[in-house]
């Protein structure tokens, strides 16, 4: 285990959790509260509780358990390794892939295979999600970061909450945006109606950000690329659906219904054909890019589109399904 001890600095005043996690950057907040909850934060020799709001001058001492030992299966399932170091790797992730167990899974996950390729990875995120530092959905392909050591993943983590780890996708959506490039801007939550979506929320939510533009507009459909300001579950799908444009393929956020994507009867054959070429939401985590945890060298690390994506491309490319052709749209 590992013990950290500091004095408040004089003039402090801050809750416990957020004192430690932002200011004395011992731990992320998540980890912090699991420590508090444990009694293993104390405040002049005694626990306290994630409320209590620390003064200057006091001592704070905070026990950091090693890690628990991971259960998980390791798997030599082939790996896409865009980037790695002695401090972290960047992995391209295929479609299909769950990035950590869970729910029943327990086999054949983006971590199962990483067990079997790195002889150490982080483990402040806990046992069954050793390494990970930002999470993809299952049919979402493209760049996550895995960390190798707790002190590059706590830094990793807070550059992510402070959004200085640029974040592009890119998506191919039913219908035309009116808008060619916006932001949308909302609280998203978990469903009222069903607990396995996310929704846009009027209250309660949380706040969640995502810019796009649209660089090829086909009638039919069109592709945008898509930056991430925050990194809610499901973020891209649900702002996209709730602007009228779900990603094509989607089968949670309107990707696949008969009325494709809001875009009714008339669509026919040519938009069946579409759905006939792709099995999954078409999204892609296209481009990182952040300063080194450690170096501070400048990364831009790039993941080319997959070959589903690009196949529907070229189809609408090629065939203009909706009799208006397409056209590049100029970036500005």
Not at 276 to 305: C, D, N, W, Y
Not at 314 to 322: A, G, N, Y
Request: with cysteine; hydrophobic share 40%; net charge positive.
């Amino acid at each position: 285990m590992r013990e950290t001890e500091l004095i408040v600095r004089a003039g402090a005043r801050a809750r416990i959790d957020r004192y430690l996690s932002e200011q004395a950057k011992i731990a992320t907040r998540s980890q912090i509260q699991r420590l508090l909850k444990a009694g293993l934060v104390l405040v002049e020799g005694k626990p306290v509780k994630a409320s209590h709001t620390l003064r200057g001058g006091e001592r704070v001492r905070v026990t950091i358990p090693d890690p628990e030992p991971s259960r998980l299966e390791a798997e030599p399932l082939p790996l896409a390794i865009v980037y790695e170091d002695d401090f972290f790797l960047v992995v391209n992730k295929a479609a299909g892939m769950v990035v950590h167990p869970g729910s029943g899974v327990r086999r054949g996950t983006l971590v199962n295979a990483l067990l079997a390729y790195c002889k150490g990875l982080s483990g402040i995120a806990g046992p069954v999600r050793p390494g990970i530092v930002h999470r993809l959905d299952k049919d979402t392909t493209g760049l996550v970061i895995v960390a190798k050591d707790d002190r590059t993943h706590l830094k990793l983590s807070e550059a992510l909450a402070q959004r200085k780890i640029g974040r592009t996708y890119e998506a191919i959506v039913w219908g035309s945006p009116d808008r060619k490039q916006a932001t949308i801007e909302t609280l998203i939550g978990r469903s009222r109606t069903d607990r396995k979506k996310m929704a846009v929320l009027k209250s309660s939510g949380r706040l969640a950000i995502t810019t796009y533009r649209v660089v090829e507009d086909f009638g039919l459909a069109s592709r945008l690329i898509v930056n991430l300001q925050t990194g809610r579950t499901h973020q891209i799908r649900v702002h996209l659906a709730h602007i009228g444009h779900p990603v094509l393929g989607d089968p949670t956020y309107g990707g696949r219904r008969r009325s494709f994507g809001g875009r009714g009867k008339g669509a026919g054959d040519p938009a069946r054909d579409l759905l006939g070429m792709i099995a999954r939401q078409a999204l892609h985590a296209r481009e990182l890019s952040f300063i080194h945890p450690v170096t501070g060298a400048e990364m831009k690390l790039v993941a080319s589109l997959p070959e589903d994506m690009q196949n529907v491309l070229e189809r609408l490319r090629s065939s203009s399904p909706s009799g208006r052709g397409w056209r590049e749209v100029a970036q500005p």
